[in-house]
Nanobody, 121 residues
Framework: QVHLVESGGGLVQAGGSLTLSCVAAGQNMYAMAWFRQAPGKEREFVASILWKGIFADYSDSVKGRFTISRGSAMDTAYLQMNTLTPEDTAVYYC????????????????WGQGTQVTVPE
């Protein structure tokens, strides 16, 4: 059983920054990603990355503001979020897969429980 644990969410003023972390509890994950779900909306893709930090992919809404990265141990991923806006308010979910690349319309097999990010108006 793979457990993903997210941390780093919180409340931040517009224009501010946050860094989210996800740990896969000792499992070397081939691909890791972040999705988010805002109130009343469907879950959407944010960013994905393969092991060793290659092939980072971003949604258009966060490109240039967010950076996804992997830790030196292949069980960790980070999401550096800059220039946050109220539209970024959502629960952010870590997603991971042991063998397959994660696509916007094809999430990985494992999900974390989510961490709330709030950017007030």
């Amino acid at each position: 059983q793979v457990h993903l644990v997210e941390s780093g969410g919180g409340l931040v003023q517009a224009g501010g920054s946050l860094t989210l972390s996800c740990v896969a509890a000792g499992q070397n994950m081939y691909a890791m990603a972040w999705f988010r779900q805002a109130p009343g909306k469907e879950r959407e893709f944010v960013a994905s990355i393969l092991w060793k930090g290659i092939f980072a992919d971003y949604s258009d809404s966060v490109k240039g503001r967010f950076t996804i990265s992997r830790g030196s141990a292949m069980d960790t991923a980070y999401l550096q979020m800059n220039t946050l806006t109220p539209e970024d308010t959502a629960v952010y979910y870590c997603n991971a897969d042991l063998t397959a690349r994660i696509r916007p319309t094809r999430p990985g097999a494992y999900w974390g429980q989510g961490t709330q990010v709030t950017v007030p108006e």
